[in-house]
């Protein structure tokens, strides 16, 4: 069925069918007036993030599905929720779509967003359909604070908020997304440790429990991995007016990346984007503490793998080091990112 | 200067600082991090709403100006919120350009959208820049309600909460936006009354007082007319499973509109969209008070156009009353578009 056969209305009414009833008590309205309305926490800070993503720029329909993409837009969205240590409650999703698109293409991109939205409790409550030559899908994702212990406490994960001493680290393993797309890429054989990369690749699992357990332990500083470790870490650093060293035999590699693609991929776990791990920033018992916090209620633990330094020289910067000490050149030229003026 | 030239993070700083620094204290965090963080209000219902609008198909170029594009891309959705009687608090804006677009256009675009911020209070605190053969515009607006009086106070206007024997109401005259539209592609000779027919079109004045003033007075039913006057009004039946009457020399139409296009005027008035004025269903007295109200703070007085009454025969439906009575043919056929099962 051509989306140009059921209209606009009947799209909306399908996608509508498709995302279900959400059970929110505190919403009480999404789809079907002029805009979602909640009831609003009073003890908690909210947080609003917005991504959007192009046709042949962002994704390749000819190899990632259209269920896939509903997952991985969403979770972009709510890793960016993650990344402030706060949790996801409201989505809204926007699509355009040409009007020769098959119907049965957006019910799988709206099955793949709500599979998404249940697995990390984030009702979608409203949105726009509209026709587009290309299919351009856009998501911006709401979501709220811990509580508030006083009227001074932001309970958040911020890039500005690195000191020096802290230490730097991540919450799981890095390079298997990476991995994943250079499976895809290259089509090597098809093992079970290649279906694993391209997995993860597809279906990215935002850490919103380890944001969580780090502001809850004390840490204030951190984001999501969606550029790229030394990339991040970078945008880290700039907004701090601090430097940070990574040692790079301290870097968790996904496993799958490290057999299938060997010493590469470490260059994958230092500069390949969208793992949606956290890095983070903060003393090494606040850290330690969140790990134990993590470990309890069965998520990965923290990894500690470098430190926050003074800036030496003109700007903040990011040094790699090998495992002999010397600093380590990184394959994309990362470092060029960094330059002071180029990520705001 | 190209936007290949200055690249997504030189953008973006570019960008940012265009738009200025929102001086709202319950705003924690706008551009610059993972997320926007502000403060939440206890005491009040919040509201999100989005709209995308895609080159060649909500806009074209060759008639309107990027910084005019701006203002208006925000003011359809503060108008959404304007819609549930709510004022507008906080945007998220995410552009998508072609590589080979000119900085400058994107600058006029943010212009215009600063311009329209500022005149509604309503910060632009985030949003993402991206590659895209089209240019399309995604905004998305959250707004707070009245603070409610209690806990079961919803002070909203919903879509569904028509009852029969409500009159049925409009905030001002209807028809300068399609007469806009009208003078821009058939070009008519220029004159006063045509430049303000063009500027109504572009330059949209969504009602966010008189929303507010209908809640405040009582009224719990109301949408904006973007669509137009009848298709809109079908939108309310629809979902209050009701029918309703208008009477058509009630309508008020634009009086440049009327000067410049006489009797097609009212045409325009009943089924050209994107007036933006509100439309609403209460007891007269509560609509009268709302008036009063409005009159006092100087805003235009609010119209009463006709009546909701029982469905007659199958299903919801909207009948336009000539001044003798009969029913009025409807030119664009907007009668099908009421059908059950098409705007749900």
Avoid at 78 to 100: F, K, N
Avoid at 279 to 294: K, N, Q, T, W
Avoid at 319 to 334: F, H, K, Q, W, Y
């Amino acid at each position: 069925v051509r989306l140009s056969e059921v209209g606009e209305f009947g799209l909306i009414a399908r996608l509508a069918e498709a995302l279900g009833v959400p059970t929110d008590p505190r919403l009480l309205q999404g789809i079907g007036d002029d805009a979602a309305v909640w009831r609003n926490p009073a003890d908690r800070l909210m947080v609003a993030t917005t991504d959007t993503l192009v046709e042949g720029v962002h994704f390749d329909l000819s190899t990632t599905d259209w269920r896939d993409l509903g997952w991985k837009a969403l979770a972009e969205n709510v890793s960016d929720i993650a990344a402030m240590g706060c949790a996801p409650r409201y989505a809204l999703v926007s699509l355009a779509l040409p009007s020769e698109a098959r119907v049965e293409d957006a019910d799988a991109l709206y099955a793949g967003l709500r599979a998404c939205a249940e697995a990390y409790e984030c009702a979608i409550v409203g949105g726009d359909t509209v026709r587009c030559p290309q299919v351009v899908l856009n998501v911006t994702v709401l979501g709220e604070s811990l509580p508030l212990r006083n009227d001074a406490d932001v309970p958040l994960l911020l890039r500005s908020a690195a000191r020096v001493g802290d230490a730097l680290a991540v919450t799981g393993p890095l390079g298997g997304s990476g991995a994943g797309l250079r499976v895809l890429v290259e089509a090597p054989q098809v093992t079970e440790l290649t279906r694993q990369l391209i997995e993860v690749h597809r279906r990215p699992l935002p850490r919103v429990r380890a944001g969580q357990a780090l502001v809850a332990a004390g840490c204030r500083c951190g984001m999501d991995i969606s550029d790229g470790l030394v990339a991040d870490v970078g945008h880290i650093v700039e907004r701090s007016r601090l430097s940070a060293e990574i040692h790079a035999d301290l870097v968790p590699v996904h496993p799958a990346a490290r057999a299938v693609f060997g010493d590469a991929a470490l260059d994958l776990a230092l500069t390949a984007g969208e793992d949606y791990e956290l890095v983070c920033a903060g003393p090494p018992e606040v850290l330690a503490a969140a790990s134990a916090e993590l470990a309890a209620i069965g998520e990965p633990p923290i990894t500690i793998i470098g430190s926050i330094i003074a800036v030496e020289g003109e700007r903040p910067a990011v040094r790699v080091l090998a495992p002999d000490g010397a600093p380590r050149t990184i394959r994309t030229g990362g470092y060029a990112h960094f330059a002071a003026g180029d990520s705001p």
